[in-house]
């Protein structure tokens, strides 16, 4: 079984910042894949960005320069900084690790950009 908990999500003013986690636990191992998946209202789930084992990162266009995701292997947790945010922004982030076996979601958290 394993388990992904994301936290950090919440109303935020748009310039602001948020800061995304997600910790997995259980049984997992040598997870090679890291990352952040967006679902805005009427809108498919699209990649925000992505960290593999060896570090090399990805990022959707959108929030490239705005986005920084890092990882601590140590404690099987991705993070994801989240400034100058825009009300585009909006949106329920999931969590994705991806080991040798299996893809796993989180169950996702909201961001809400708004004045």
């Known amino acids: 079984q394993v388990q992904l908990v994301e936290s950090g999500g919440g109303l935020v003013q748009p310039g602001g910042s948020l800061r995304l986690s997600c910790a997995a636990s259980?049984?997992?191992?040598?997870?090679?894949?890291m990352g952040w998946y967006r679902q805005a209202p009427g809108k498919q789930r699209e990649l925000v960005a992505v960290i593999m084992s060896v570090r090399s990162t990805r990022y959707a266009d959108s929030v490239k320069g705005r986005f920084t995701i890092s990882r601590d292997n140590a404690k099987n947790t991705v993070y994801l900084q989240m400034n100058s945010l825009k009300p585009e922004d909006t949106a329920v982030y999931y969590c994705?690790?991806?080991?040798?076996?299996?893809?796993?979601w989180g169950q996702g958290t909201q961001v809400t950009v708004s004045s």
């Open positions: 994705l690790v991806r080991d040798l076996s299996a893809t796993y």
């Open positions: 259980g049984s997992i191992f040598s997870i090679n894949a």
